[in-house]
């Protein structure tokens, strides 16, 4: 349920931070969309975990969610480096705003790898017959 809001979320913010690199229009609204981004990426990074532990026994880095987990660990450091640049000025808007556009290209390359993942396991349980983490499927993460 968390992935699609999440993928409206970087859209929309998406769309402002271009528009404010663009025009420089909207720095607080490009603002406030990357933090709303990066608050709905802990949560699913979370409760992504969880699921993980449930089916797994595993918080992360479960043996077929391996490389997923470990990108998603550049996905939330490039995310984390966002709010640190923010809340220390440290860059100015603009860099921050690359920064951010960093943090989403990781978090696009992310997404592909979870949709991969899923659109293999779906082949598999059609191939097989069989579905569900019991039959060794793997199945969507949510992240």
Known sequence: ?????????????????????????????????????????????????????????????????????????LVLALHTAYLWSLFSGSLEPAGQMYLALAAYAAYVINAVQFVWKLRLARLEGAAGGASGPASGQTVEQPS
């Open 1 to 73: 349920m968390l992935a699609p809001v999440q993928f409206v979320v970087f859209l929309v913010s998406l769309g402002l931070v271009l528009r404010y690199l663009a025009t420089g229009a909207g720095l607080e609204a490009a603002t406030v969309s990357i933090v709303v981004k990066t608050l709905v990426l802990y949560t699913i990074m979370i409760t992504g975990s969880i699921w993980e532990k449930v089916v797994f026994g595993k918080f992360l880095f479960a043996r077929p969610f391996f490389w997923e987990d470990v990108f998603s660990m």
